[in-house]
């Protein structure tokens, strides 16, 4: 196949200037290879909020069900913050994982040598780290009913989510996780909070039979989530890959992409078990940025890069993506997240100019 039909979401906030950014370098990598990309570009978020009256508008639904992949940038923001639930961007995108069944998130933070100045860490702590988060992304207390604010009989408020997996959803979680780490180094890190959680007990139980049964050499340890917290900025390097709930990958893998240098820095890939999956950074829509040209688009470009991986299965055309994003950076130019100020060597950009360097690159490198 030489022509893809790709569903693209630029949501809220730096959105759009990061998927204009990113649309320019994966177009001018298709291009080496005479690959094309039929984009539709829908709404979801804020912005379909503000069109469409809904985060999830059923267009952009049919558009998702009909394409070879979607590519997504962010959604979200202030302006939306006070609304009630079912009007909330972020209400939006749950439901878009919920109904494309995007249970398994692959979240992969992996030092970049010439970044190694750019984390807030020191150099010998995070050079050579390589951590793949797999992250389940339909269940645990995004999804759990009952969920809401109520008024008791005393008229005290409680507000309530419900922290619960079934074990079918830990099963194939667990089964994706084995089947990563089998590829990667073959350790995998179970993330839970068992000593204190009855779902977390059985999340454990569950992985340590689907270990058994589908996990021929992988090595397989667990850990609570917050020792699992420290030990990620302490020692990273004695990862390779982590399994955890909802939440937990959450908040580990924001905290994972300080290793690499940036927020900014950090893709990810959204999968079902058939049809399309999402792409998209891991990181919002960094409203204190947003139309400033500030954004760092490197975590979309490579978030395309996954896509090209994983759903267009090309993946020439996605060594070439990350190839060309080393050697941008390798060239000194950075984004104002990832810049070492005072050093001669490296060159601020913009997110417009970063994506024209990332595409004139890639013409170069092919
Ligand atoms: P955020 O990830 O948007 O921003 C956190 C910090 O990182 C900010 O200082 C921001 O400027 C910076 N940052 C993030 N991405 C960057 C980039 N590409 N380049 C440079 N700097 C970057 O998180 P937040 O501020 O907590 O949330 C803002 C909004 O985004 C909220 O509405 C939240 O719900 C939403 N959000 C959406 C997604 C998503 O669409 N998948 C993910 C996380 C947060
Ligand atoms: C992410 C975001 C989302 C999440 C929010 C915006 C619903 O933080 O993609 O990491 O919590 O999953
Ligand atoms: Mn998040």
Same mark, same amino acid.
Request: hydrophobic fraction near 40%.
């Given at each position: 196949q030489d022509s893809y039909k790709i569903t693209l979401?630029?949501?809220?906030? &730096?959105g759009p200037e990061i998927t204009t950014a990113t649309?320019?370098?994966?177009? !001018?990598?298709?291009?080496?290879?005479?690959?094309? =990309?039929?984009?539709?570009?829908?709404?979801?978020?804020?912005?379909?909020i503000d069109k469409e009256g809904t985060p999830w508008p059923d267009k952009t639904l049919k558009s998702c069900q009909a394409a070879d992949s979607i590519l997504m940038a962010a959604i979200g923001g202030p302006k939306w913050d006070g609304n009630p639930r079912e009007l909330r961007p972020e209400?939006?995108?749950?439901?878009? @994982?919920?109904?494309?069944?995007? =249970? !398994?998130?692959?979240?992969?933070?992996?030092?970049i040598p010439q970044l190694l100045d750019a984390s807030s860490l020191k150099r010998e702590v995070v050079e050579g780290v390589d951590i793949m988060v797999v992250r389940?992304?339909?269940?645990?207390?995004?999804?759990?009913?009952?969920?809401?604010?109520?008024?008791?009989?005393?008229?005290?408020?409680?507000?309530?989510?419900?922290? &619960?997996?079934?074990?079918?959803?830990?099963? @194939? &979680?667990?089964?994706?996780?084995?089947?990563?780490?089998?590829? @990667?180094?073959?350790?995998?890190?179970?993330i839970d909070k068992a000593n204190v959680l009855d779902v977390s007990q059985l999340w454990k139980d569950v992985v340590i039979r689907v270990h058994g049964?589908?996990?021929?050499?992988?090595?397989?340890?667990?850990?609570y989530v917050d020792n699992a917290a420290m030990q990620l900025v302490r020692w990273p390097k004695q990862f390779d890959t982590i399994v955890c709930g909802n939440i937990f990958?959450?908040?580990?893998?924001?905290? !994972?992409?300080?290793?690499?240098?940036?927020?900014?820095?950090?893709?990810? !890939?959204?999968?079902?078990?058939?049809?399309?999956?999402? =792409?998209?950074? &891991?990181?919002?829509?960094?409203?204190?940025i947003a139309g400033t040209d500030a954004a760092n688009p490197l975590a979309m470009i490579l978030s395309a890069a996954m896509m090209c991986q994983y759903d267009l299965l090309q993946p020439d055309l996605a060594k070439l993506l990350e190839d060309a994003v080393e050697a941008v950076l390798d060239a000194g130019y950075r984004t104002r997240d990832i810049v070492n100020?005072?050093?001669?060597?490296?060159?601020?950009?913009?997110?417009?100019?970063?994506?024209?360097?990332?595409?004139?690159?890639?013409?170069?490198?092919?």
């Open positions: 979401l630029p949501g809220d906030g &730096i649309v320019k370098a994966l177009v !001018a990598a298709g291009k080496t290879k005479g690959v094309t =990309f039929d984009f539709d570009e829908q709404l979801l978020g804020g912005c379909a209400t939006g995108l749950l439901a878009m @994982r919920q109904q494309l069944g995007l =249970f !398994a998130n692959l979240r992969p933070a992996k030092a389940e992304l339909c269940g645990d207390v995004y999804f759990g009913k009952p969920a809401g604010i109520y008024t008791d009989d005393a008229g005290v408020r409680w507000g309530q989510n419900n922290m &619960i997996y079934s074990e079918p959803e830990i099963e @194939r &979680i667990a089964r994706v996780a084995m089947d990563v780490a089998q590829k @990667r180094q073959g350790r995998c890190c179970s049964e589908c996990g021929q050499g992988v090595e397989l340890s667990h850990m990958g959450d908040i580990l893998s924001d905290e !994972a992409s300080m290793l690499v240098g940036s927020l900014g820095m950090l893709p990810s !890939a959204s999968l079902p078990s058939e049809g399309p999956g999402v =792409f998209e950074p &891991i990181h919002g829509s960094a409203p204190d100020e005072g050093n001669a060597d490296e060159t601020l950009v913009g997110c417009k100019e970063m994506g024209d360097l990332v595409a004139a690159k890639v013409a170069e490198l092919a």
